[in-house]
């Protein structure tokens, strides 16, 4: 048909492209930058040129469909040829970062308290005593008189429950009849505060074996998040899974205003693996808030000092990330004991009491809390409450 190609502009084209959806980033390809441009004969067929992040990338068969449908409904056109690429290591780089700042921008809605301190304990890998600093700076909180949630994010590799000495199973209640049900979380009381906590440890035996795949392990998570009555905290504390998988970059998406404590022994292998981390905090838009060091040293009765596990990782874990060594927690009988036991060693004197408490001091000084009295965050957080009970 000729003489098309006067009619059909390539800005209509371009709107058309708006309408595809990449529904893995949940953006359409020209704000992703997939969308290239097209060329326009005058026979009225179009070839429209989009970049994928891999050559096999598995959605390339949806996307080509919707590309055609979507630029075949405009008048005029007769036929559409959709020409794929694969992105160049800078392309994906830069997509990546605006798919992650388009997250941070349209957070899911979740049952957190707009109010509350989200801290995310994280490692670049297991064996460091990543939960059992969880576990102790939520008690040590929780001394303070403070209400503190504790969601135990390694679904798979969870031990919250027992380092608290908590068991039950968790069950759903409606506040009024009406109203959708939600996962009351477990609670014990810690002198004038409290310690709300939600784990797969309250849902699957301990000795059983959780073998589910990275995406829902990230779905529990989102459950936990989303379908939990948490009600009032101060603090959230995350105990994130080791690494930087799907339930890491999956929390950035669902709690943008989330900071992050890297825990390191003081070897230098466990620090170099921990800035992997810390970069995937950063590419994920959140603050990296400190570094924990633990394991960093042990003294035995008669005085002498031992550096079982090397020296210095922590503080160079901080040097070159830029954030502060929040405390040097050392190796500690009690400790291990308190874990076993089901009574941190945060709330028993001794030097690991001692330790946990400044740690305490050093996360109410990096992450403080805002006074919230009079302020419109509480009116914001019942509005949001409101709006939910009536969707």
Not at 90 to 114: C, F, N, S, V, Y
Not at 250 to 259: D, I, K, Q, T, W
Not at 267 to 291: P, S, T
């Amino acid at each position: 048909m000729a003489g098309q190609s006067t009619i059909i502009s390539e800005e209509a084209v371009l709107g058309a492209m708006r309408g595809v959806i990449d529904p893995e980033l949940g953006d359409d390809l020209v704000d992703l930058g997939m969308y290239l441009g097209c060329e326009i004969a005058a026979d009225g067929s179009v070839t429209v040129k989009v970049a994928l992040t891999t050559a096999g990338c598995p959605l390339r068969a949806q996307l080509q469909r919707d590309v055609t449908e979507r630029v075949g409904s405009i008048p005029g056109i007769t036929s559409v040829h959709v020409l794929t690429s694969e992105m160049s290591a800078g392309q994906k780089k830069e997509l990546m970062a605006r798919a992650r700042r388009r997250a941070q921008d349209h957070p899911p809605a979740t049952e957190i308290p707009g109010r509350t301190r989200v801290l995310a304990i994280s490692s670049g890998k297991g064996g460091v005593g990543k939960s059992s600093v969880t576990v102790n700076l939520a008690a040590g909180l929780a001394a303070r008189g403070l209400t503190v949630g504790l969601l135990d994010a390694d679904i798979a590799g969870f031990s919250v429950p027992r380092m608290l000495g908590m068991e039950g199973r968790l069950e759903a209640s409606k506040a009024n009849s009406g109203d959708q049900a939600r996962i009351e979380p477990m609670t014990k009381v810690v002198g004038p505060g409290l310690i709300k906590v939600v784990s797969m440890g309250f849902l699957s035996p301990e000795d059983e074996a959780i073998m589910w795949r990275g995406l829902m392990l990230l779905r529990g998570v989102q459950h936990f998040l989303e379908e939990v009555a948490w009600g009032d905290l101060d603090y959230l504390l995350v105990d994130m899974p080791p690494g930087t998988g799907d339930v890491q970059m999956g929390l950035a998406r669902m709690l943008p205003r989330a900071e992050m404590l890297i825990v390191t022994t003081p070897a230098l292998a466990a620090q170099k693996v921990a800035v992997r981390a810390a970069d995937m905090a950063r590419k994920g838009y959140l603050r990296v808030a400190g570094v924990i060091e633990n394991m960093s040293g042990f003294t035995c009765d008669h005085g002498e000092h031992y550096e079982l596990f090397g020296a210095g990782g922590g503080e160079r874990l901080a040097h070159q990330i830029g954030a502060p060594l929040l405390a040097r927690i050392p190796i500690e009988p009690a400790v291990s004991i308190g874990g076993d036991r089901g009574e941190p060693a945060a709330l028993h004197g001794g030097e690991a009491g001692r330790v946990f408490a400044a740690l305490v001091d050093a996360v109410l000084e990096v992450a403080p809390l805002v006074e919230m009295q009079g302020c419109t965050a509480r009116m914001l957080d019942a509005v949001e409450a409101a709006v939910a009970k009536q969707a």
